[in-house]
């Protein structure tokens, strides 16, 4: 319910993007010698004054950490624990100056300069971006690969082994400008 009334307000203070969180998720990746895991979450809030037409326009992206599901209580609790989730809740990725009718003539992706809000640090990072619109509905895609010792997170271990430093992020958002 508290999602909900969020995401009402949120469009009322952002009212150029509506997110369809029934067909929007972002996961993440991590891996182990022993295996690999995936956590997912469509609890996904978009701060944006940016309309189809846009040459200029900025764009924030905030998740709370809270929300990733693996499907494992344990990982899951893990992962809170190592994030510090407690004391930085949300990750956060802001852009700035995007001009969407680039995105919109590129049938690749295009390489965002962006900055990533995790565990209290922020940093900049190259991400590649795929934006389309089809009947009115926009589709966001990316795919890239985050640090965690540039954010200070230490990595967890099994067996002695910690996880691999690398985070396999992976976005697919499905939403509407609104004019």
Known sequence: ???????????????????????SNVSYTGSHPFHDWTGKTSQIAIESDCTKNSSSCDASFSIPLMSFMSGN?????????????????????????????????????TNITS?????????????????????ETVNIRSDFTIHLDLFDVERPSLLM?????????????KGRFKE
Do not use: W
């Open 115 to 135: 900055e990533i809000d995790f565990h209290g640090y922020k940093h900049s990072q190259t991400i590649p971006i795929k934006i389309s619109i089809e009947e």
């Open 73 to 109: 209580d344990n990982r899951d609790s893990n992962m809170l624990f190592y994030v510090e989730a407690f004391s930085y809740p949300h990750v956060k990725i802001l852009f700035s100056n995007l001009n969407i009718k680039t995105f919109l003539g590129n049938k690749d992706a």
């Open 1 to 23: 319910m508290r999602f909900c009334i969020f995401l009402t307000l949120m469009g009322l203070l952002f009212p150029n993007f509506q997110i369809d969180s029934k067909h």
């Open 161 to 173: 082994l910690p996880i691999k430093n690398e985070i396999h992020i992976d976005v697919s958002i």
